[in-house]
């Protein structure tokens, strides 16, 4: 299986190509097994530094603006087009990408996140409180903000820990996240029902 020439290639044609061998191909990290086959990319899903958020209530969490408007563009657009700022997707869009200057973008954000909540996972995802449902509230940076007393159920604390945020799309999926995985309903350990925001 180890077929490669670990050094250039003595052949008159090409001198500085270096041939791999089928093993490298498959191997390593950026091999075709891990890049492809086990690790896909999720959409409406995001990724950023946890950091201490203790005005926040125990329901809610900061979002970063940048990492929303990535997450709810779908929504965002729907909205400018039904509330007439936009006659069509690109014209949207082009208006999400000048969002400095195009102020009512946030607004309509602003209303997009109110109710729409999202999940907030920390790997590993050793048992039921590693993954809950959180009500987003705007914030400037890049990290996201937590509340310190619900860092027991994720395992966390605010040495660079990071977390991923997934989008529930369906009003199914919203509603189940609302009433079985918001953060304030969890505060029981569901091992030995001891209270975790301690």
């Known amino acids: 299986l180890d077929n490669g020439v670990h050094e250039p290639s003595k052949d008159g044609f090409n001198k500085d190509k270096v041939y791999k061998s089928f093993s490298d191909i498959i191997g390593g990290k950026e091999g075709r097994f891990r890049e492809t086959l086990l690790g896909k990319r999720v959409d409406y899903s995001g990724r950023s530094v946890i950091v201490v958020g203790p005005s926040l209530s125990l329901h809610q969490c900061g979002l970063p603006r940048e990492i929303a408007i990535e997450l ?3 929504f965002l657009i ?5 509330k007439h700022f936009a006659s069509n997707t690109a014209t949207a869009k082009r ?3 000048e969002r400095e200057k195009e102020l009512i973008v946030w607004e309509i954000l602003q209303e997009v996140v109110q109710g729409h909540p999202v999940l907030l996972n920390r790997a590993p995802t050793l ?3 590693g993954i809950l449902a959180f009500q987003p509230i705007l914030v400037e940076g890049r990290a996201i903000y937590l509340h310190p007393l619900v860092c027991k159920g994720f395992n966390a604390d605010f040495d660079g820990d990071q977390m991923a945020v997934h989008l529930p799309l369906s009003l199914e999926a919203q509603a189940e996240a609302r009433l079985l995985m918001f ?3 969890n505060l029981l350990s569901p091992a030995i029902g001891d209270p975790i925001c301690v």
Do not use: N, P, V, Y
Not at 78 to 82: A, S
């Open 183 to 185: 953060s304030h309903t």
């Open 78 to 82: 729907r909205d400018l087009i039904r």
């Open 72 to 74: 709810f563009q779908a």
């Open 95 to 97: 208006q999400i990408k």
């Open 127 to 129: 048992h039921r409180l």
